[in-house]
Nanobody, 116 residues
Framework: QVHLVESGGGLVQAGGSLRVSCVTS????????MGWYRQAPGKQRELVAE???????TYGDSVKGRFTISTDNAQKTIKLQMNSLKPEDTAVYYC??????????WGRGTLVTVSS
């Protein structure tokens, strides 16, 4: 069973930047997909950014050009750099991975609050 630990959430003013990280117990190379989702109060969980091994990266429409997903293979970390943050980016951000041949695994989430 893969374990995930997210960190980096917090409070930031609109226009600011924040980076959230997800450390996985599995090697990055063992993952078919890895990414970030978010859920705002009263809304459904939505895709923020996802890397699909061998296929590339997908971003949610609302974050394109502002957010960047990356991995640090040595540190087994999936990072999400968030720039030009808006109040509507306020949400709990969840890391999700899917190992090759295994079920998807979700982290517990980290809260990002953007003040206006």
């Amino acid at each position: 069973q893969v374990h995930l630990v997210e960190s980096g959430g917090g409070l930031v003013q609109a226009g600011g930047s924040l980076r959230v990280s997800c450390v996985t117990s599995a090697s990055i190379f063992s993952l078919k997909t890895m990414g970030w989702y978010r859920q705002a109060p009263g809304k459904q969980r939505e895709l923020v950014a996802e890397i699909r091994s061998g296929y590339g990266t997908t971003y949610g429409d609302s974050v394109k050009g502002r957010f960047t997903i990356s991995t640090d293979n040595a540190q087994k970390t999936i990072k999400l750099q968030m720039n030009s943050l808006k109040p509507e980016d306020t949400a709990v951000y969840y890391c999700k991975v899917e190992p090759w041949g295994g079920p998807e695994v979700w982290g517990r989430g980290t809260l990002v609050t953007v003040s206006s």
